[in-house]
């Protein structure tokens, strides 16, 4: 694993001048406003219904749904520059139902005003803020310095689409978003999701790993946020695809590369990760990002683009040109084809195909790490490593037959 200097990272993934991205052109977003695409299915959503095959029972979407119930935490964020009108609907009432300041509704505790810790050892407090990330859930924890061209420019206010299926829009129009100029630093953190659940795509089943996810960072975030306002500092809690784009943040903090199917690889956990972070005022050392062969592995491997059900993966190779208006243009990458794999997410109601199937998706052994280390340090065998992958059977889906017998949670 080679440490880059941000220069090194920028010259490797950057080629063009990158515009601020728009929050409503995201693909959970431009369904619920964008004609071109809303006619294009009538529920948008990811309700999946009932069946009696294994993998899609009542038992089956329960856990799933349970998996995900800590996303709700969400809708008691105000932190951000601009809360969605949920969330500020929430507040009022808690306000209107319990007159008085709002952190009397949620503790008794108060800090005194103006009181701030001692930053003068910038080092000690970087090494403090990830302990208390890791021990509030974090699996991965890394700092970068706030680069403003993740931030959105405008953030949409209203409900997603999956949240609204195809229903009318609260909201049309996205909102102008500033992160204050003080918020210099950003605590950027990856959640594992469970291997073997995700061996079950495309059932039910491996949607309950990446429902833990959101849940797991919601609370992390709650936590971690709460805990850096108690020292004295701003802190904007940033869970999923909400006030800035997470993938390009955790590279520059040290936390992965990006690969073909556009997701975060991670060393320890592959792309089988959530990302969320933390922007905040409290003066923090920056980590460096990483290299370890994903981008020459992925040139080669082309694993996921196989077996993408809607094709949206391209085989070519990488280029910063964006296809569609859901790609951020001046970026060197795979671009994925949002909308054909958005449109195929809710056909479905579940997919994780391009993070189960993925090499780097392994267990964190040291079987997989010497492996890793051969990926990294003997580049020209990548083609034999992809096809001893398939040799063994890696990345091939699992009949759900047994699924309650067998898990060992």
């Known amino acids: 694993m080679k440490k880059l200097t941000l220069s090194q990272w920028e010259e490797k993934y950057i080629v063009g001048p990158v515009e601020r991205f728009d929050q409503k052109y995201i693909m959970f977003i431009r369904p619920s406003w964008d004609p071109e695409l809303k006619g294009r299915l009538k529920d948008w959503s990811f309700k999946r219904e009932v069946k009696q095959r294994p993998g899609d029972t009542q038992q089956d979407l329960a856990l799933r749904w349970a998996a995900g119930a800590g996303t709700r935490m969400g809708l008691f964020n105000t932190s951000k520059p601009n809360p969605s009108h949920v969330s500020q609907a929430i507040m009022k009432a808690l306000a209107a139902s319990n007159p008085g300041s709002q952190a009397r509704q949620i503790t008794a505790h108060e ?3 103006g009181a701030k810790i001692d930053v003068s050892d910038p080092q000690t407090i970087t090494r403090d803020i990830k302990k208390v990330a890791t021990f509030f859930g974090a699996d991965l924890v890394g700092i970068c310095k706030l680069d ?12 997603m689409a999956h949240e609204t299926g195809n229903a009318e829009p609260v909201v049309e129009e996205s909102i102008p978003q500033e992160i204050p100029e003080e ?13 073997n659940l995700l061996k079950y795509f495309t059932t039910s089943i491996c949607n309950v790993a990446t429902g833990t996810g959101y849940s797991r960072m919601a609370i992390t975030n709650a936590h971690l946020s709460r805990f850096i ?21 955790a590279m520059q903090a040290g936390l992965g590369e990006l690969g073909r199917n556009g997701l975060l690889i991670t060393p320890q956990f592959g792309p089988r990760v959530r990302v969320s972070k933390v922007i905040t005022d409290l003066p923090l050392i920056p980590d460096t990002p990483i290299e370890f062969g994903v981008t020459e592995f992925c040139r080669v491997c ?9 094709q949206s993966i391209i085989h070519g190779e990488r280029t910063a040109k964006p296809n569609s208006a859901s790609n ?7 671009p994925v084809n949002a909308e054909t794999c958005r449109t195929y997410w809710s056909q479905v109601r579940t997919c994780t195909s391009c993070v189960s199937c993925c090499p780097y998706n392994k267990a964190d052994t040291w079987f997989h790490r010497t492996i890793q280390w051969f ?35």
């Open 111 to 113: 800090r005194p005003k």
């Open 148 to 159: 403003r061209r993740w931030v959105y420019s405008h953030t949409w206010p209203g409900l």
């Open 183 to 195: 918020c210099q630093y950003a605590v950027v953190m990856c959640f594992e999701q469970d291997y």
């Open 229 to 249: 306002r108690e020292l004295g500092f701003k802190a904007i809690d940033c869970t999923t695809n909400d006030v800035a784009l997470s993938i390009p943040m």
């Open 302 to 310: 082309k694993k996921c683009a196989d077996v993408c059900s809607s």
């Open 328 to 334: 951020v243009a001046g970026e060197l990458k795979w």
């Open 375 to 409: 990926t990294d340090n003997v580049r020209w065998a990548d083609s034999f490593y992809v096809k001893m992958d398939d040799l063994l059977g890696y990345g091939k889906p699992k009949k759900a037959d047994n699924f309650w017998k067998e898990w060992q949670p």
